[in-house]
């Protein structure tokens, strides 16, 4: 019981589910297995150490709280985000889950598995343009073209934490700010 982070992080902040590179991992998208436990909350919480265990919680505002599920992890309960979901917080907060890059692998490994149309559904209902302008252009990257989600008015990063530098597409008003070779290292297709 107190070997299993996922449950044990439900435990620590109400309500809260596990998320960014914690779910990304859980559902086989990133062989990066995280050293902290990424757990979305609508409260602040400063970061826990629990025995070996690390959490961080991120912060969301209660509208952008949905889209987790109660698993059985080890015939422990615990809540996380469903595959869409993970996919959605990771690409509106790609700093907890080991940035863009991994983001875009993730996304290509769980269009196996999830619909285009929920991804769209999640990202529209997050209210946040700018993660619409992501999730768009990786989206039509990986070839899976897509209509209906709310993209941002003006110029976003693709990257937010850097620098507004590389080519801009305009149909997902996007600085392309990650160089193809290390968003795409297998190519892209």
Avoid: C
């Avoid at 309500?15 to 559902?27: G, K, T």
């Avoid at 875009?104 to 991804?119: G, Q, Y």
């Avoid at 302008?133 to 990257?159: Q, T």
């Amino acid at each position: 019981m107190l070997s299993n982070p996922f449950f044990i992080a439900s435990h620590l902040v109400t309500p809260a589910y596990a998320s960014f590179r914690s779910a990304l991992h859980f559902y086989g998208f990133t062989e990066q297995v995280p050293l902290t436990t990424f757990v979305a909350t609508t409260k602040k919480k400063r970061p826990v150490t629990f025995r070996d265990f690390r959490f961080r919680f991120v912060t969301l505002k209660p509208q952008k709280f949905f889209g987790y599920r109660r698993e059985m992890m080890d015939d422990l309960p615990v809540l996380i985000a469903d595959e869409a979901k993970a996919i959605v917080d990771s690409l509106h907060q790609p700093r907890h889950a080991g940035g863009i890059a991994e983001v875009a692998k993730s996304l290509r490994a769980a269009l196996e598995v999830v619909d285009v149309s929920t991804l769209v559904e999640y990202a529209n209902r997050m209210g946040d343009k700018s993660l619409g302008s992501r999730l768009g252009y990786l989206l039509e990257a990986l070839g899976h073209p897509v209509e209906g989600l709310i993209r941002s008015a003006g110029p976003v990063k693709l990257d937010p934490g850097r620098p507004r530098t590389g080519p801009y597409e305009g149909r997902w008003r996007v600085w392309v700010n990650v160089p193809s070779a290390e968003l795409w290292p297998e190519g892209v297709g």
